[in-house]
């Protein structure tokens, strides 16, 4: 019989099952008709896509368990991606149910016909380290994630009175990011802000717009690198994740999510920035003029 006891031990069946239930809630999780999905773009086909990515992983892993390890390791980072690309990963629910089959998958060993069980519930000899990895995968993720929190400062770090405007094509971190939110003190007291620490970061077409009863001024940079501890602290923002997902995040609101994957990036960024400090600040192009003032930055500057 096609589903009998001995026919599912020969293959990760259980795995395959979650894998094509995760699939199946990554796409119907949007709920949209056809048209509202293509109407959307990318962004909103991306739940079908993975969706149907993860379950035809499941049907794979039936017809050949020995792909195992290759299957297994692209449906965990499928459902990584979700996260940035699909409604947070179906809401977690699909992110979390494609992360278990894979790892299940990878960890997975075929039962030779007629071996006998295990003496005992330790390993057997000779066992292969997979289940013990597949277990540890979520730790060591959690694990080279720590790296990227900044230390501690020894006191507090003051900030302006009102926060500049920030806009940037492009923001990309470096590694993991850590999310949290704080009250950081300002020249007009405590201020609500969400704090992001990261290794290191990349913002494309920088422009710092001031905002503090002054003239405004504007400070254009082509490209602003920030390296070693890095902590941006910023009271609100908006971008497309991946370039796909538009989603805006607020220190009130809806706050940035605590671990941020480390090939996340985000286009079309603005923000309203209170702080920033990094160990290394490099810039490429930087201009500083009265807001009203229009022009190219010159080569080279």
């Known amino acids: 019989m096609l589903l009998s006891r001995r026919w599912r031990r020969t293959r990760p069946f259980w795995a395959a099952v979650l894998l094509v239930l995760a699939g199946a809630e990554l796409a119907l999780a949007p709920l949209a008709p056809w048209s509202v999905l293509i109407g959307l773009g990318l962004g909103g086909i991306a739940a079908l896509g993975i969706g149907a990515a993860l379950v035809v992983a499941g049907v794979f892993l039936l017809l050949r368990p020995q792909m195992r ?77 720590l790296p990227a929190r900044a230390p501690q400062r020894t006191g507090p770090v003051p900030a302006g009175a009102v926060p500049p405007t920030v806009t940037t094509t492009r923001f990309a971190p470096s590694g993991f990011t850590l999310a949290s939110v704080e009250r950081l003190p300002t020249a007009a007291g405590p201020r609500k802000v969400m704090v992001l620490r990261m290794r290191a970061a990349s913002l494309r077409d920088y422009r710092l717009l001031t905002h503090d009863g002054g003239p405004e001024l504007a400070l254009d940079v082509r490209e602003l690198r920030l390296r070693g501890d890095v902590t941006l602290y910023v009271t609100d923002f908006s971008g497309c994740v991946q370039g796909l997902l538009c989603l805006s995040f607020s220190a009130d609101a809806l706050p940035v999510p605590p671990v941020v994957p480390p090939f996340v990036f985000m286009t079309d960024v603005r923000a309203r920035q209170a702080l920033i400090t990094s160990d290394v600040i490099d810039a490429d192009g930087l201009r500083i003029a009265p807001e009203h003032a229009t022009g190219a930055l010159p080569p080279g500057s």
Not at 102 to 129: L, N, Y
């Open 69 to 145: 390890h290759y299957v297994g390791l692209h449906a965990v980072i499928l459902s990584v991606v979700s996260f940035a690309a699909s409604n947070l990963g179906g809401f977690g629910a699909g992110m979390l149910l494609g992360i278990a089959g894979g790892a299940m998958a990878f960890a997975w060993r075929p039962v030779r016909a007629g071996a006998p069980p295990a003496p005992g519930p330790g390993p057997a000899a000779g066992e292969s380290p997979s289940r013990a990895l597949a277990v540890a995968l979520p730790l060591v993720l959690l694990a080279t994630a």
